[in-house]
């Protein structure tokens, strides 16, 4: 018997993983303020009614306002709070905005998981045009560090806060024809050790969580939905098949919690074991 209550067989089937009706895990989080960037879709999504699971209020971002608003009203549906708010994460006044409304909102911030970002264009690094490269480096990591800018401050003024950065893999090893995506994945590594040390006598964790390949609209955006171009993403993952947006959201939970109160500046690797290999 662990510390926390697991209930036999909940995690067995992944691809069945309700994560609202999953167990509370962590109690830490209950009552405390938590956005999520990205929040209309897939990881971002499944981040968001994670963190309503553990009782915790969400302020959902997206550059998508149908699909931010479904996530917040899937939230308010099962009893718990949300707001959407409409954010481009690469727009300094946009992200302004995002972070005081949430403090007007809430009165606080606790936690941020600064997810948004885009698979952008595919071509070699000769190839690539300095526009498309621009896009993928504005979205991903300096929409990033945007956040981390605005929420700090937040978190500071209350004592402290919890943040996880989504990177990728990419971050570790290399793909090819995708030359901005593994530099801004790599770069949101970098950044997140080094503003890690900068607020780790202060109260304020920073993390990042390095997924694998995920089934999200992103990846059928790569594989155009078609089963037969599946399997080359499928033949990456040690495990045999993609991961989940739920399984990413389980360990963003985790570094949020109390639980990893002595974790920090750390890229966890969600990736059914593609980086071991
Ligand atoms: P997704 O399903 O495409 O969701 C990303 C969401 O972020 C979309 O709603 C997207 O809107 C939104 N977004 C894009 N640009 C934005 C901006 N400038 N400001 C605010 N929101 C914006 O992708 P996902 O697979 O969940 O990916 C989430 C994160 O995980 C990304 O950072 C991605 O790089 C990372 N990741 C994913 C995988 C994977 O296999 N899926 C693996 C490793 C890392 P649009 O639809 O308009 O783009």
């Known amino acids: 018997m662990g510390i926390y209550p697991i209930e036999e067989g909940v995690f067995t089937d992944k691809s069945e993983h309700d994560i609202l009706n999953t167990p509370k895990w962590h109690k830490s989080l209950e009552g405390k303020v938590a956005l999520v960037t990205g929040a209309g879709s897939g990881i971002g999504r499944a981040s968001a009614l994670a963190f309503a699971r553990e009782g915790a209020k969400i302020v959902v971002a997206d550059v998508q306002v149908k699909e ?45 998981h600064n997810n948004a970002g885009i698979e952008g264009a595919s071509a070699s690094t000769i190839d690539y045009t300095e526009e498309n490269w621009d896009r993928v480096i504005d979205i991903n990591l300096k929409g990033v560090w945007l956040c981390m800018k605005y929420e700090i401050p937040a978190m500071l003024k209350q004592g402290g806060g919890a943040i996880v950065n989504t990177s990728s893999v990419a971050g570790f090893v290399g793909f090819r024809d995708m030359p901005a995506y593994c530099a801004s994945k790599g770069g949101i590594i970098a950044l997140t050790r080094g503003s890690a040390l900068e607020y780790a006598t202060r109260g304020i964790r920073i993390n990042a969580v390095c997924p694998g390949v995920i089934r999200t609209p992103m990846v059928e955006r790569v594989t155009g939905g078609k089963k037969e171009a599946e399997a080359p993403f499928i033949g990456l993952e040690p495990v045999g098949r993609m991961g989940t947006p739920e399984e990413v959201a389980e360990a963003v939970i985790w570094l949020c919690s109390d639980a990893a109160s002595f974790v920090t500046g750390h890229p966890m690797v969600v990736d059914g074991g593609l980086i071991s290999q």
Do not use: C, Q
Not at 79 to 108: C, M, P, Q
């Open 68 to 112: 931010g608003e479904e996530t917040a009203r899937m939230i308010k549906d099962t009893g718990h709070e949300a707001i959407f708010v409409k954010a481009d994460v690469s727009n300094a006044s946009d992200v302004e905005n995002l972070i005081s409304t949430a403090v007007r909102k809430y009165n606080r911030l606790d936690f941020a």
